[in-house]
């Protein structure tokens, strides 16, 4: 059984949110581990196929948790889960199968940013309203964090190179050069 997954503790320090694949199950699920009580709660039931819940990002101000859900051969699909009230909203599903971990949020905590190859997704958490930005084709983030307004660290797809790139300017909607 595999025993890896995504975690981050909550900004408050409360609680620690991870993912994990269960016994029996093919996917991972999420859950939340209040730290003063020593107990988890799943908030995300695991999926019975390959991947489930993959990467997960807790908003700035603690109210929110992101995270993708992945399916084999299908595109990974962008949810919201509301921390108060355990709604799990979903906010949008990328163009394409590729496996994807780039997930980060603004740092307003209004959007989601999230990576489908060499598009970046650029998801409002109220109107669900998308903008794309696509980088050049040799450039497909894995991962990605959100530095500032317009500012993004990523890693690329290419598991076997590493380069830190610093892209200022990202969501402007300007063409990239």
Do not use: C
Not at 78 to 89: A, G, H, K, P
Request: hydrophobic share 35%; glycine share 4%.
């Amino acid at each position: 059984m595999r025993k890896n997954g995504y975690a981050q503790l909550g900004p408050n320090s409360n609680f620690l949110y991870f993912s994990q694949q269960d016994e029996g199950y093919g996917g991972n699920a999420i859950y939340q581990y209040d730290i003063a009580r020593n107990k988890n709660n799943i908030i995300v039931p695991p999926s019975y196929e390959n991947y489930g819940a993959l990467n997960l990002k807790v908003s700035n101000d603690g109210k929110y948790l992101a995270y993708l859900w992945s399916e084999i051969e299908s595109p990974a699909k962008v949810y919201l889960i509301n921390l108060q009230t355990r709604e799990n909203i979903f906010l949008h599903e990328l163009n394409k199968a590729e496996l994807t971990f780039a997930l980060d949020w603004s740092k307003d905590n209004k959007k989601i940013v999230v990576a489908d190859n060499n598009d970046l997704f650029h998801i409002d958490i109220e109107s669900k309203q998308v903008d794309i930005i696509t980088l050049p084709e040799n450039i497909t983030p894995f991962y990605l964090a959100v530095e500032d307004t317009n500012k993004i660290l990523l890693s690329t797809r290419n598991t076997q190179h590493y380069e830190i790139l610093n892209v200022e300017n990202l969501f402007t909607l300007e063409p990239l050069s």
